[in-house]
């Protein structure tokens, strides 16, 4: 077979100067296609090497509460590329988890996989008899491999081990930007990629998604009062004065048959971890008020202060002073 070239023209930058047209030919360089192929063929065997020896990757959610964000961790803890579709990402470093013990089955395979990378192998038992591929009784050990962090055998094999193993983790925390102050708004994916392999985390909305119990902190409430005759206003000396400073209007609710009835306008949550979200619900005004946007009610702020169960590092990282002027910047003529 006879050789090829490989014309490649170029252009010059455009501060150069031509000095005549018959150096167009300066311009064309031949490279031979001998070169050519073996350049592809080495980025061709590179990333098959890549493939080959991948490294079990893993991502999931975890780690202490903060409101650096939701934590999470890769497997192994490797000098990875992590990134977000949205947010922020904060690396806290480098974590180790020991006394590990899980059960692998080889099926037909020189190697397999335990639920976490194997950063060190412990001890390893059979716990069935060990066939080859040819359906031969076998003894048969596996071992770690260092490149991809599973357990490999000398040749294909069916059989279960039980085996003692430590992993290492690198810990994070990713964050969504505030949409509004005082509210996360959390939804997207991270990704870590190392060396041709790749795991994903995708994180939902709000709290459904973290798997862990919210508890109240605040609620921002008021109070209106209901008799045969429809809903009023809560009179500001109710229930000895029925009558409104802020209105000239007769009309007032009967005090020997009404009902006070609370309705909520905001409450406050913490997490497990920290996170703080809120739910702001829609209420109407009632008469002899209706319609006066300039009307505010007496507003009630009650703040939970005494943590439940599970919920002390959460409580003791929030900061009340600050909930309280957020609280009365929001809702004018509130009290605490």
Request: glycine share 6%; no cysteine.
């Amino acid at each position: 077979m006879s050789q090829q070239s490989l014309a490649i023209r170029y252009s010059r930058r455009p501060h150069s100067e031509r000095v005549d047209e018959e150096d167009d030919d300066d311009d064309l360089i031949i490279i031979d296609q001998a070169i050519v192929d073996e350049l592809s063929r080495d980025i061709s065997q590179e990333a098959l090497e890549d493939i080959a020896n991948s490294v079990a990757m893993l991502i999931r959610e975890g780690g202490p509460a903060s409101f650096e964000g939701r934590g999470f961790q890769v497997f192994p803890a490797l000098s990875a590329k992590v990134f977000a579709t949205s947010g922020t990402i904060i690396k806290k470093g480098r974590r180790q988890m020991d006394g590990l013990t899980a059960v692998v089955v080889f099926a037909g395979s020189d190697s397999a996989s335990a639920p976490h990378p194997i950063t060190s192998l412990g001890s390893v038992k059979a716990l069935t008899d060990i066939y080859s591929a040819a359906g031969a009784k076998v003894s048969a050990r596996p071992s770690r491999d260092a490149e991809s962090y599973s357990l490999v055998a000398d040749e294909a094999i069916y059989g279960t081990f039980e085996i003692t193993y430590a992993t290492s983790y690198t810990q994070y925390y990713w964050a969504a930007e505030d949409v509004e102050e005082g509210a996360f708004y959390l939804q997207g994916a991270v990704i870590a990629y190392y060396q041709g392999s790749s795991a994903s985390l995708e994180f939902g909305w709000g709290d459904a998604a973290l798997n862990f119990d919210k508890t109240e902190i605040y609620r921002v409430t008021s109070k209106y009062v209901v008799d045969s005759e429809g809903a009023w206003e809560y009179p500001p000396n109710w229930p000895d004065d029925t009558s409104y400073s802020q209105s000239s209007t007769n009309h007032q609710p009967d005090s020997s048959a009404a009902q006070v009835i609370e309705r909520v306008h905001y409450i406050g949550y913490v997490n497990r971890r920290g996170g703080v979200s809120s739910d702001w619900f829609v209420t109407s005004i009632e008469e002899p008020f209706t319609g006066h946007s300039s009307y505010r009610p007496q507003y009630q702020l009650s703040l939970t202060t005494s943590p439940p169960d599970g919920f002390a590092k959460a409580f003791d990282a929030l900061d009340f002073g600050a909930i309280k002027d957020q609280m009365s910047d929001a809702f004018p003529n509130i009290e605490v």
